[in-house]
């Protein structure tokens, strides 16, 4: 079993930066693939960014690429977004998401765990 906790999120200006975290427990936690998510008001929960269980492979959306970096540190059990170059359209609830897989995916289904998500809102 592993719970996430997500923090980070907040209110913004266009083109500024936030850094969420997604704190995970359980003894296992170094062995899952990491998964970044967002869902706006009225939409599909989508894709931003996974990484793998050693942190040695990414996979971003395009909207985000060059933007956002997605990272762990298996030693504090917390997987990193940083989000540069904010924009408007970034503007969801962001959810952290753990999951055991080969390498690392993008879809939502393969995910076991998920956080209760964190705000993030970027005002133009």
């Known amino acids: 079993q592993v719970q996430l906790v997500e923090s980070g999120g907040g209110l913004v200006q266009a083109g500024g930066s936030l850094r969420l975290s997604c704190t995970a427990s359980?003894?296992?936690?170094?062995?899952?693939?990491m998964g970044w998510f967002r869902q706006a008001p009225g939409k599909e929960r989508e894709f931003v960014a996974t990484?793998?269980?050693?942190?040695?492979?990414?996979y971003y959306t395009d909207s985000v690429k060059g933007r956002f970096t997605i990272s762990r540190d298996n030693a504090r059990n917390t997987v990193y977004l940083q989000m540069n170059s904010l924009k408007p359209k970034d503007t969801a609830v962001y959810y952290c998401?753990?999951?055991?897989?080969?390498?690392?995916?993008?879809?939502?289904?393969?995910?076991?765990?998920w956080g209760q998500g964190t705000q993030v809102t970027v005002s133009s």
């Open positions: 998401a753990a999951g055991y897989m080969p390498i690392y995916s993008a879809n939502r289904y393969d995910y076991r765990y």
């Open positions: 359980g003894r296992t936690y170094s062995s899952y693939a």
């Open positions: 990484i793998n269980w050693s942190g040695s492979s990414t």
